[in-house]
T-cell receptor, first 111, second 110 residues
Framework: DTAVSQTPKYLVTQMGNDKSIKCEQN?????MYWYKQDSKKFLKIMFS???????INETVPNRFSPKSPDKAHLNLHINSLELGDSAVYFC??????????FGQGTRLTVV | TQLLEQSPQFLSIQEGENLTVYCNSS?????LQWYRQEPGEGPVLLVT?????EVKKLKRLTFQFGDARKDSSLHITAAQPGDTGLYLC??????????FGKGTRLHILP
């Protein structure tokens, strides 16, 4: 059973499109995150939600909008995709400040 | 902006050799974690260090947190091809944010 699962694993789309990445965790954690890992493998936090409430929102274009329908889900919607959005996006979860578990990542390629 | 500098960025050594990876910052962290990431996978936590000067061992891997909680090192003894991967350090700051280093890409040659 996958603890943190995100779909799709690969996403290739054209510039200007709108796309969503879904994330679900079955660990009962209260905090979920979205990270972006660029081509140089630099992992940077984008958003953090605790009990469905946004608690961290780093400097991310407002084309990126996270949505948390419940504690176990944190989806990422991206509008008007740009070439620079190409990266691997990781969903993660933790119980408070405890150990963080990462999903397998979604490799987004914008062409 | 808090930064975690990792060095070296790349390291390629022969099987059986020892190596050390460093993670340095000018900022204090309440805790520091080391992750290993393999291609196509998410990072997997190896260890969390919390106390200044703390040393933790995980088989052939030894992790140390600096006395001032600003730096950390990962030492691997007798490296094996299975140790190949991207090693990331991540520090938790006073705002409870986790800051990642840029990673050390380690390749162990058989």
């Amino acid at each position: 059973d996958t603890a943190v699962s995100q779909t799709p694993k690969y996403l290739v789309t054209q510039m200007g499109n709108d796309k969503s990445i879904k994330c679900e965790q079955n660990l009962g954690h209260d905090t979920m995150y979205w990270y972006k890992q660029d081509s140089k493998k630099f992992l940077k936090i984008m958003f953090s939600y605790n009990n469905k409430e946004l608690i961290i929102n780093e400097t991310v274009p407002n084309r990126f909008s996270p949505k948390s329908p419940d504690k176990a889900h944190l989806n990422l919607h991206i509008n008007s995709l740009e070439l620079g959005d190409s990266a691997v996006y990781f969903c993660a979860s933790s119980q408070g400040t405890g150990r963080t578990f990462f999903g397998q990542g979604t490799r987004l390629t914008v062409v | 902006t808090q930064l975690l500098e990792q060095s070296p960025q790349f390291l390629s050594i022969q099987e059986g050799e020892n190596l050390t990876v460093y993670c340095n910052s000018s900022s204090v962290f309440s805790s520091l974690q080391w992750y290993r990431q393999e291609p196509g996978e998410g990072p997997v936590l190896l260890v969390t260090v919390v106390t200044g000067g703390e040393v933790k061992k995980l088989k052939r891997l030894t992790f140390q947190f600096g006395d001032a909680r600003k730096d950390s090192s990962l030492h691997i003894t007798a490296a094996q091809p299975g140790d190949t991967g991207l090693y990331l350090c991540a520090g938790r700051n006073r705002d409870d944010k986790i800051i990642f280093g840029k990673g050390t890409r380690l390749h162990i040659l058989p």
